[in-house]
């Protein structure tokens, strides 16, 4: 395969075989807003048909219309053994190493625990919602879990939109650039109590056993109701074991949270694995007012779930713990799943789940995934709707979609020949649109964002478009 592609996934790597799976959504329900309970797995008809309706609440499907297809056969390190130190850029990847998602759909899953902005929109109090508002940061990367499939990389112009009326909220994206890539997106409730946006453009370097990626972009959480602005960025992401050994992720580095109204700020540290993997998954921090005294604790784990106390208790607990009061150790969370720890580089084979401190506040708990889950690239529940085209989606969505796109529509169906083909003639269609924009000295336009500074922070930002929902898509640009 010949060409350009942008290497850019937060979570870029490959399958590993053996993931457990073991997982189904949880159910969820917030003040004006209901979830919807999708049921047991029971596959899907032809691509496009329409699930049923129940009590009026549109039912989304709950597997995908094809599994996974194997990845054993392959070698990574064939391809990336020249790139070692490298700024993983202009590499083109077998397709066997996707999944069957745009990066567009992966930032969607950001939604996933939307309920947790609704929350924190019906708080009173400012420490309480960014209580909320902490949980929905870490909430954004529990779904790459396990997910070391590749997402395709957007088309320049390419668009992706999910209306969730069920969850309460409409999400619109689209590629920005290309050189480099960046991914603009917008959400909004459906009940106007939020905005949420940003934009997203990680740079990645390959370093022998790793890939990581390093998150470039704000993200902006509005509540309207109070007048507030979040401001935050992800941490970084790291895929370890790509050359050989069972593929493990992990999250690290610090999250700032801002309350620009109040000047409230909360500081999370993703830790670092560490020499023998006892801080595998972790997530450590404080909320602080503008003077900076700290007012809660939280901790957890990313892919599980996130504690808050007292900083007091806090404090208390910690200092009995150093004293070896084994009468006051904390007790585990059952509840929880249990973290991977099956993993190369001295990291133990079982990880403790996390440990609840007496007194303690459950902030949120990740949704488990569906049964058949290893078998459907370690989707979410949520996750396995994105890509879903129903009957008459074509004559609204825009013709740019990710939905719409024969590669990835191709792979889904487990037509990894036709995909593979598709995706060479788009890459190329792209490349020729390139050249011919050259010739005539002509800039790429994008159609619904634009990229004035950001209101709060000041750096490039890509602030919310105007004009998507009202559906005049033409003329437009003919990527597909």
Same mark, same amino acid.
């Given at each position: 395969?010949? /060409? ?16 457990? /799976? ?40 709950t ?20 790139? &070692? ?9 077998? &397709? ?48 790459? +879990?396990?997910?070391?499939g590749?997402?395709?990389?957007p ?16 999400? =619109?994206?689209?590629?920005? @650039? ?15 109590d ?5 934009? &997203? ?30 401001t ?12 050989i050994?069972?593929?493990? =992720? ?11 109204? *109040? ?22 921090g ?11 604790m ?24 150093r004293?070896g009061d084994?009468? @006051? ?15 190369l ?7 403790? *789940? ?22 459907m690239?370690?989707? *979410?529940?949520?996750?396995? @709707? ?21 590669? &990835? ?6 037509d ?18 390139r050249?011919e ?6 800039? +790429?336009?994008?159609? +619904? ?5 950001h209101?709060?922070? /000041? ?22």
């Amino acid at each position: 395969m010949n /060409g350009e592609e942008e290497f850019f996934d937060a979570v870029t790597g490959f399958d590993s075989e053996n993931s457990s /799976g073991e997982f189904s959504e949880a159910d969820q329900r917030v003040a004006g807003v209901m979830r919807v309970d999708t049921g047991r797995s029971n596959g899907i008809g032809k691509v496009g048909e329409r699930p049923p309706q129940e009590n009026g609440i549109q039912k989304h499907r709950t597997s995908l219309p094809a599994p996974m297809f194997t990845r054993s056969d392959f070698s990574v390190w064939s391809i990336l053994k020249k790139c &070692i130190g490298l700024e993983l850029s202009k590499i083109t990847m077998p &397709i066997v190493f996707n999944e069957p998602l745009s990066f567009l759909q992966r930032i969607t899953e950001y939604m996933e625990h939307v309920f947790l902005i609704h929350r924190a929109s019906c708080q009173p109090q400012a420490l309480e919602r960014m209580q909320c508002v902490a949980a929905f940061a870490v909430s954004a990367v529990a779904s790459q +879990w396990e997910r070391t499939g590749k997402p395709f990389n957007p088309l320049l112009g390419e668009t992706y939109e999910l209306i969730r009326e069920d969850l309460g909220f409409r999400f =619109i994206s689209e590629q920005v @650039s290309h050189h480099p890539p960046v991914s603009a997106f917008y959400s909004e409730g459906l009940n106007q109590d939020f905005l949420f946006h940003g934009s &997203i453009y990680p740079k990645l370097k390959f370093w022998g056993k790793s890939v990581e990626a390093e998150p470039r972009g704000t993200i902006t959480l509005e509540l309207l109701k109070h007048n507030e602005a979040y401001t935050w960025t992800n941490p970084t992401c790291c895929v370890h074991n790509v050359i050989i050994g069972k593929l493990w =992720i992990e999250q690290y580095g610090t999250v700032e949270i801002v309350n620009h109204r *109040t000047g409230d700020k909360c500081v999370l540290h993703f830790k670092p694995c560490g020499l023998f993997g006892k801080e595998l998954h972790k997530v450590e921090g404080h909320i602080q007012d503008k003077n900076k005294k700290k007012l809660f604790m939280i901790y957890g784990k990313w892919t599980e779930c996130l504690w808050g106390i007292d900083p007091a208790a806090y404090e208390s607990f910690k200092k009995r713990e150093r004293r070896g009061d084994q009468l @006051s150790k904390a007790q585990p969370d059952n509840g929880s799943q249990k973290a991977d720890g099956d993993v190369l580089d001295s990291v133990p084979e079982v990880q403790e *789940t996390v440990q609840v401190i007496p007194g303690s506040k459950l902030l949120w708990r990740v949704n488990t995934r569906p049964p058949n889950s290893a078998q459907m690239y370690n989707f *979410t529940s949520f996750t396995v @709707s994105l890509n879903e085209l129903q009957s008459g989606m074509e004559k609204t969505l825009a013709p740019t979609d990710c939905r719409l796109r024969p590669d &990835i529509r191709g792979m889904e169906n487990g037509d990894m020949d036709l995909a593979s083909q598709e995706k060479e003639r788009l890459e190329e269609k792209q490349r020729e649109a390139r050249r011919e924009r050259a010739k005539q000295e002509a800039e +790429w336009q994008t159609r +619904w964002f634009h990229p004035p500074p950001h209101p709060y922070t /000041g750096t490039p930002d890509w602030p919310p478009p105007r004009g998507y929902f009202e559906r005049n898509f033409s003329p437009p640009p003919h990527i597909y």
